[in-house]
């Protein structure tokens, strides 16, 4: 198999896999060994034949999102408890009458009457219910859908939906100028049966889980590896071909702390055993691959190597550093330390290095930070820190992988190669995530800035994780399957 195809078969694997996690729940997620990540490629379904759909999706988009599938697999269920409530006359509170739940209860009565809201009062209209908790409530996205359907219809028509988007897509009363195709596109994403017009019941579930996530973010920050190792010991990011300083972050992270109100704020660092294959002093520990290009005795600090394994692992050599608990792995002394902070390690296992703060680099095992967002229904994810062309994106790129809406923090990180920084930037733009500096941040974790971009990589994972849950609910429900599938493979296991 050539290097490609290996690539692409991880990639696509990659995507069933975060599929499957993102509609079977986090239970799975946990792989914290190597060794657990090998005996699940033998036990996780995915692995061993079952293949959910990727439901026309290309692999070049997301693989699939988790907050959002997750909360519209829990919504499509509390929509039928309420409806079964609702039936038998019972209603277990005033809130679940109104305002939490189902979604198709409120759109099915008829005559709501006249919307009070008005297009022409001059105040944005989603300005007015953000942070309300009013995109829970049904009753208001009929309110809205009235609004917008300026000719009473009963559908919204492309300007309707212009109109409506306007007012979405500002900052302080300041509409973002949308392209036309940019339109043209969050139109068909929201437009699920494609008739060119949105109904209020397209409208309803977007109001749910496609603007809620636009008017109402939770918002996570994750701040990877200001460790003093990367600032001023072994690996210090100043010796390093661009010269940054790895501890001018700190002002601008303490900065944002003090000005920003997270949902939840992650710290990651690096942590590695004794043994740790990244290090340079290790290379003679390890078996070369034959078509390594350095020999153990000639290999220099950033070489990449390839070790025999098992598995083959492709590895750049860095001077020993961030071993568990030497003073190299503490966070900077004057990185502020919110309360109730959520630590995350990597790297911890010898035998994978482990850039990203969500997969080792090989993607066999997963650090728990995933585990941490979605119980949190996180839709934000604001990543800065060191290194900006390792570590952090790295983790932005997996960040956007897992289909949460993602900003990189440009002037809260710092790099080791300005032209590796470059194509970072570059890459990380064409993914799908938001490049900010830190000005911009705390007006759009409280959704006064709210960024077309985003918005439309929100579009994007609720029209694919819909999809996805819909498909899967035809098939009589995935997580049955996958329990037959384990015990199959259980069986012939034995
Ligand atoms: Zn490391």
């Not at 070049?60 to 409806?83: C, E, G, Q, R």
């Not at 702390?257 to 003679?284: C, G, Q």
Request: glycine share 6%; net charge neutral.
């Amino acid at each position: 198999m050539n290097r490609n195809e290996t690539n692409s078969s991880r990639g696509l694997e990659f995507v069933r896999r975060a599929a499957y996690y993102a509609i079977v729940g986090t239970s799975a997620h946990r792989l914290n060994t190597t060794r657990d990540a090998r005996r699940a490629r033998y036990t996780d379904p995915l692995c061993s034949g079952l293949h959910i759909r990727e439901a026309g999706v290309s692999l070049s988009a997301p693989a699939a999102a988790f907050a959002i599938t997750m909360s519209l697999a829990k919504n499509n269920k509390k929509a039928s408890v309420n409806h079964r409530r609702s039936s038998s006359n019972k209603l277990s509170s005033p809130r679940d009458c109104k305002c939490e739940g189902s979604i198709m209860a409120d759109v099915n009565k008829a005559g709501a009457g006249l919307s009070h809201l008005s297009l022409s009062s001059g105040e944005n209209l989603f300005d007015a219910i953000r942070k309300t908790n009013a995109t829970k409530c049904s009753a208001k996205a009929q309110e809205y859908f009235n609004t917008f359907d300026v000719d009473s219809d009963g559908y919204l028509n492309d300007r309707e939906f212009d109109t409506l988007l306007k007012q979405l897509f500002c900052n302080k009363g300041q509409s973002y100028t949308l392209s036309k195709k940019q339109t043209t596109d969050i139109f068909k994403l929201i437009d699920e049966n494609q008739d060119g017009k949105i109904d209020l019941k397209e409208f309803t579930e977007c109001w749910h889980h496609w603007l809620k996530q636009i008017l109402d973010p939770v918002t996570a920050l994750v701040v990877v590896d200001v460790q003093n190792d990367f600032i001023s010991g072994t690996m210090a990011i100043c010796d390093c071909p661009a010269g940054q300083d790895g501890a001018a972050v700190v002002p601008c992270i303490n900065k944002l702390l003090d000005t920003t109100r997270f949902d939840v704020v992650i710290y990651s660092a690096d942590w590695h055993p004794e043994n740790h294959i990244s290090f340079i002093e290790n290379v003679k520990d390890r078996k070369l691959h034959h078509t390594t290009k350095v020999s153990s005795e000639n290999a220099c600090k950033m070489d990449t190597v390839i070790f025999e394994g098992p598995p083959i692992v492709e590895q750049k050599l860095w001077p020993k550093h961030c071993v568990q608990g030497s003073w190299g792995s503490e966070l900077h002394k004057d990185l502020k330390v919110v309360e109730n902070a959520v630590f995350i390690n990597k790297g911890t296992n010898p035998d994978i290095d482990s850039y990203s703060a969500f997969w080792d680099n090989n993607k066999l095992s997963q650090t728990g930070l995933i585990n941490e967002l979605t119980s949190r229904g996180i839709t934000d994810v604001y990543v800065c820190g060191l290194a900006y062309d390792i570590c952090v994106g790295a983790t932005t790129a997996h960040s956007v992988e897992h289909g949460f809406r993602t900003v990189l923090i440009e002037d809260a990180a710092r790099g080791v190669d300005v032209n590796d920084m470059k194509k970072t930037h570059d890459k990380l733009l064409r993914q799908g995530a938001a490049l900010v500096n830190c000005d911009s941040v705390p007006g759009m974790v409280s959704a006064d800035d709210r960024r077309p971009d985003l918005g439309y990589k929100a579009a994007l994972n609720f029209a694919m994780a819909r999809k996805l849950v819909k498909t899967e609910s035809s098939q009589g429900g995935v997580k049955e399957k996958l329990s037959q599938d384990k015990k199959a493979a259980q069986t012939k296991a034995k």
